[in-house]
Structure formats: structure tokens, C-alpha cells
């Protein structure tokens, strides 16, 4: 099976590409469904946050408030550490078994992996192909703050990631967003049709 890391800083589009790949015959793996997945409630990394950072990143359903604990954990970068130590190997667990369960099930084709976070995981050389998608900082500003993040919020998010040239040079292919959706989903299918002809065909 072909695989694919899909990555980009927060409020690249990079979900977007995810969505045309996936319609075009992907299987995707999305970081960000097995995080939320992992910190459900009972959970042991739950157990884990509310630990570290108290029981006020819990909802009144015992939920975690991922927006309160994202607003301590970007306010310093020993919180942003301690949050990542917590999360992030048993993400990278979760993400590796889903994509040996999806090459199981299927035997052949392509996967992609989308997550932010790829480059600084150091899980490179599971892929046969890193894809970065671009663009320009004030355009994900206004992304996250659309979404509904204050805007101080949005630049701290994006600040506490690894600069966009990082990305850049982990990537065999660029996809550059700095346009209208329907350009980058134009880019985002001339990259599928750019890959081997007998991995799409097993799709």
C-alpha cells in the first residue's frame, strides 16, 4: 500500500486536500478523530490531562474542554510540552495501528495520514511520500478566527508550531494554498494523478 503523510501548519487546508483525496479513492486516517478518540471519557490519557492541568479542562459531562485545555496549553511552552507528553505517543501508536488495520483490510491502494504534527513525531520513514500544503500566515489567521478562535489565540496556535520552511523541507511534494478552494482542490487532484498509475488503480 502506498502511503501518505499529508501535513501543514494549523489553518493550512490541509484537511481540505485530505477531503479530495479521500473522494478520489484514499483511505485517510485523520490525526485529529483518534485524538479525540484517545481522551474520551475513562480514558487513561484523560486521566492523564486532568492530572496535570486540574478539573477545569473537564465539560460538566466530564468531557475535556479541548478549547479551555488548548487555551492553558499555548499560553507557555512548558504547558504545550507537558500536553504533547501526554498525548502524543499513544496519537502516533493510534495512528500506526490504523494504518496496518487499513492495509489488512484492503491489501493495496493509498493511505493518507493527515496530521499536523508529522514532521516533529520523527515518523517520516513511514511514508512513501510527505505532502506539505502552504500558506500564508495571515490566511490562517483569518482561518482560526472564523472558526471562532480569538485572534490572539490563532497567532499563538501557529507560533507554537514548527515554521512553515520545517515543513517545507520535510516534504517530497508542496501544495500551495494561497488561493480560491477550487485551485487548491485543482492542485490537490493533479497530485493524485501525479502518483503511479498501478497505486491508484488498486484503490
Known sequence: ???????????????????????????????DELARELVEPGSP????????????????????????????????????????????????????????EIERESGGGVVVVDAALLVKWDIIDLFDEVVVVTTPVEVRVGRLVAGGLPEREARERIAAQAPEQVFVEAADTVIE???????????????????????????
Open 177 to 203: 494554498n494561497d488561493g480560491p478552494l477550487e485551485e487548491l482542490e485543482a492542485r490537490a487532484e493533479r497530485f493524485w494523478n501525479s502518483l503511479p498509475e498501478e497505486v491508484r488503480k488498486r484503490t
Open 1 to 31: 500500500m502506498y502511503r501518505i503523510g499529508l501535513t501543514g501548519g494549523i489553518g493550512s487546508g490541509k484537511s481540505e486536500v485530505a477531503r479530495v483525496l479521500r473522494n478520489l479513492g484514499a483511505r485517510v486516517v485523520v490525526a
Open 45 to 100: 490519557v484523560l486521566s492523564r490531562l486532568v492530572e496535570e492541568f486540574g478539573e477545569g479542562v473537564l465539560l460538566p459531562d466530564g468531557s475535556l474542554d479541548r478549547r479551555g485545555l488548548g487555551a492553558l496549553a499555548f499560553a507557555s511552552s512548558e504547558a504545550l510540552e507537558k500536553l504533547n507528553g501526554i498525548t502524543h505517543p499513544p496519537l502516533v501508536d493510534a495512528i500506526i495501528r490504523a494504518i496496518e
